[in-house]
RNA sequence: GCGCCCGUAGCUCAGUUGGAUAGAGCGUUGGCCUCCGAAGCCAAAGGCCGUGCGUUCGAGUCGCACCGGGCGCGCCA
């Protein structure tokens, strides 16, 4: 790891004590993965080797023996990084586990003040991630939260870690709806302002479809002239998808997420390359007529499943477009990786797209497509998520309720602040609180919404994050210390200072960790930890009275603290402020 | 009918790919602001990990069956 001698300022230590014990067992003569982790208890020490056990069972040997072996070869070998010894002490516990202290120079070697959090990797790759991808027909609602904001989180963080991220932003521009919604459009002058309630006009429009003959032929007719390329009824679209557009981004903006005009990469924009795909697949024989639309059949999917990609009409569908975007985003796009975040649902859908893509050899072989799924918002009563009337919650109105209750908050604690502060800071905090909430669960179990628990400010929360931060920051305030003047590293003395130096080395570890599973929860489920390590050691170890050296060395901690929590929150697309 | 996902504290959720005495937050009960910010901290109570078999040194995690919930299965996206 010679990267690691260049640049000794970041690094993923569980990745290197992977190496180190998995070097070990093959001096043993076991090839076999260490299974490294971190401890389950502080007692056992800093991280933990489970993969001893698993070895000695397949070899038929005794594991405690065999860990006893693996503990020496551990011993033996060179044990620095960066000119100091990496492991403290490894000891051998209860049928065979491999416990592992980490030396606290080292510790302090990858804690200096001013050095960068993360490393770039040696290895980067092209990450195409597909993510938000609203239907442009329809105003966004809360059902548009996961995919967004979980997706920018991927985004962000593979582009921390050094790769290279192309977001597209898939958006559902074309299809048999905008028949009726132009043909609406038309119908009432084409005025744009009927669509500044996007969702009032849908439902006007779908309303009318469902209750006039007449005008459901008219906007069947539009699909038809849309589709031809009629320059009026193309005319109507462009200035419907443009409003939607923007109403889209308006809400990206306010989110704070990272995707811009120039992601949006419309389902409408692969038109052209669908005979393509159909050919290209015919070409490979995989064709084969069905019930007079062009499918395929693969054994891999259950022979008698089709995957129908033109329909008996000559319409093409979804996955015919999706297999066109994988030909782009491999293709032209060079993907290394093609991440797509979209509810469960779809699951069968990809499965069955990424499998033809597979045998029509749209992709290089050594291009990963990935489906990160998400569940379900459920209401309180496990039901698919619904108001009251029915309908959906929109983003907007949930963003202006949380801000307003953020207000009234920032409000009540802090009367001395000016209205203009405390409306940043109530911006901050309500859409961190509500963004938080989506991102710190698991993504694949289905969730239940709840207005007060999206909106709580207490507890393992992103105002809980927020605050440790604005903490850290008065503390300079007061002290009246430039964090930018501190030099040197963090050493940990106190046990408050070495639990929370433990934290902080691991940072880089939990982002590749988040990188390679698409799952931000991880990352929220660190800040709160860090946080909480953060607290403890503010509460036991006074930092601004302290002697100079030591309050030096805390000051270090503080700020190195500073740094990841707010490096951690802008990852996940959540501001921090200097007091709330 | 076939397939996918899920059932963990009163509630909402973690649980690092099979490891040690199952963890947080909310809520409840009790304590902590002459002390660097109480959006905080400390403590207590709270569990047959849906049920039953099985696999093995070891199962919340893997297999099978059942119960309960969500979702998907030929021309919507």
Redo the contacts with the bound molecule.
């Keep these: 790891m010679h990267a690691a001698l260049v640049t000794p300022t970041t690094m993923n230590p569980r990745r290197l004590l992977s190496t180190r014990i998995r070097k070990s067992l093959k001096t043993c003569g076991i090839e076999a993965p260490p299974?490294v982790?971190?401890?389950?208890?502080p007692e056992?020490g800093d991280y933990?080797a489970?993969g001893i056990?698993?070895a000695a069972?397949s070899l038929g040997k005794n594991?405690r023996a065999l860990a006893e072996q693996v503990r020496k070869a551990c011993l033996l070998q060179d044990r620095q990084c960066d000119g100091v010894d990496v492991i403290e002490s490894v000891d051998v516990?209860?049928?065979?586990?491999l416990?592992v202290r980490l030396n606290d120079e080292f510790l302090a070697r990858h804690l200096e003040v001013d050095a960068p959090l993360v490393e770039p990797t040696v290895r980067p790759q092209t990450v195409v991630v597909d993510y938000s991808s609203p239907?442009l027909a329809k105003e966004m609602h809360v059902g548009h939260l996961r995919s967004t904001i979980i997706g920018d989180a991927a985004a962000r963080i593979l582009e921390s870690l050094g790769h290279r991220v192309i977001r597209q932003n898939h958006v559902?521009d074309?299809?048999?709806?905008f028949g009726m919604l132009l043909a609406h459009l038309s119908e009432t002058g084409g005025d744009s302002r009927v669509l500044a309630d996007l969702e009032e006009f849908y439902r006007d429009a779908k309303s009318r479809f469902d209750s006039d003959p007449g005008f459901a032929d008219a906007s069947r007719a539009m699909v038809v002239s849309l589709q031809s390329g009629d320059e009026t009824a193309r005319a109507r679209w462009r200035q419907f998808i443009e409003v939607s557009l923007d109403h889209c981004q308006a809400l990206y903006e306010r989110l704070g997420t990272s995707l811009a005009r120039a992601d949006v990469m419309a389902?409408s924009a692969y038109n052209d390359g669908l005979p393509d795909v159909i050919s290209a697949l015919d070409g490979k024989g995989l064709l084969t007529e069905?019930?007079?639309?062009q499918?395929v059949f693969l054994p891999e999917l259950g022979s008698?499943?089709?995957v129908?990609v033109r329909?008996?009409?000559g319409?093409f569908?979804?996955a015919t477009?999706d297999l066109a975007a994988i030909r782009h985003r491999a293709g032209r796009l060079a993907a290394d990786r093609v991440l797509y975040f979209t509810d469960?649902?779809?699951?069968?859908?990809f499965r069955q797209v990424f499998a033809v893509a597979a045998a029509a050899g749209f992709k290089p072989p050594g291009t990963t497509l990935e489906h990160m799924p998400f569940?379900?918002m459920?209401g309180?009563d496990?039901?698919?998520f619904r108001t009251r009337e029915g309908g959906v919650v929109k983003l907007t109105d949930l963003l202006n309720e949380a801000e307003a209750r953020?207000f009234e908050?920032?409000s009540s604690?802090?009367p001395g602040m000016g209205e203009a502060e405390r409306r940043a800071?109530a911006r901050a905090?309500g859409t961190g609180a509500v963004k938080y909430a989506d991102l710190?669960?698991?993504r694949?179990?289905?969730?239940?919404f709840?207005w007060n628990?999206m909106l709580?400010?207490?507890?393992?929360?992103a105002?809980?994050l927020q605050?440790a931060y604005?903490?850290i920051?008065?503390?300079f305030r007061?002290g009246a210390v430039e964090p930018e003047s501190l030099e040197g590293v963090a050493h940990p003395e106190a046990p408050a200072e070495r639990a929370l130096a433990v934290a902080l080395v691991r940072f880089e570890e939990v982002l590749d960790q988040v990188a390679a599973?698409g799952m931000p929860?991880?990352l929220c489920?660190y800040l709160?930890d860090l946080a909480?390590k953060f607290?403890?050691f503010?509460?036991q170890?006074?930092?601004?009275?302290a002697d100079t050296g030591e309050r030096e060395n805390r000051l270090r901690f503080a700020q190195r603290t500073a740094r990841t929590l707010k490096t951690g929150l802008e990852l996940l697309g959540i501001e921090t402020v200097?007091?709330?």
């Design positions: 299974l982790r971190t401890a389950s208890k056992f933990q489970d056990m698993a069972k594991p516990a209860g049928p065979g586990f416990n239907n559902g074309w299809g048999t709806q389902e069905s019930e007079g639309a499918c008698e499943l089709p129908i329909k008996s009409d319409a569908l979804y477009t469960s649902r779809q699951s069968l859908h569940g379900n459920l309180t496990r039901r698919p953020a908050e920032v604690r802090s800071v905090v710190s669960k698991n694949t179990s289905d969730y239940v709840d628990r709580a400010f207490d507890g393992n929360t105002p809980y605050y604005a903490r920051r008065s503390l007061r599973e929860h991880l489920g709160h909480t607290t403890g503010y509460e170890c006074p930092i601004l009275g200097d007091r709330m």
